[in-house]
């Protein structure tokens, strides 16, 4: 059974990564499940990116909702969240971690915003598997 604290980060992620493709018609709830699968199949690789939910969210420089510098990271740090999108975070969380929702990702662990300025260094020369939404999907496995 998954702890709550696991549940708690794993939807604090989603909300700091996805909340803006909520009201989105090409992202919605597909955005939110497209994230939490990048976490799951990190955590099933069992590699550097860590050994739980909390390990991988937060890893440093991997979710950028969790860098100290992003404007995300105030919201994502806060005692409490009761907005209902943050309740529906945690329904999400929850079916990820409950093997609910499948993987639209196709096994990616890695994504990036199309709304940033070029390419991050580590997606030159990789092949996307699918975009969903505003992000778009890299499975590159343990390099």
Known sequence: MWENDEIEILART???EARGEYYKQSGGLGSFIAVGNVVI???????WFGSSVIEVCKKPWQFSCWNPKDPNF????????TDSLFNFCK???VGLLMKNWPDLTKGSDHYHSVNIEGLPKWAVNQRPQIQIGQHVFYKLGNK
């Open 91 to 93: 329904k999400v969380a």
């Open 14 to 16: 989603l909300y700091g």
């Open 41 to 47: 199949n990190r955590l099933m690789q069992r590699t």
């Open 74 to 81: 105030k919201v994502v740090s806060q005692d409490r969240l």
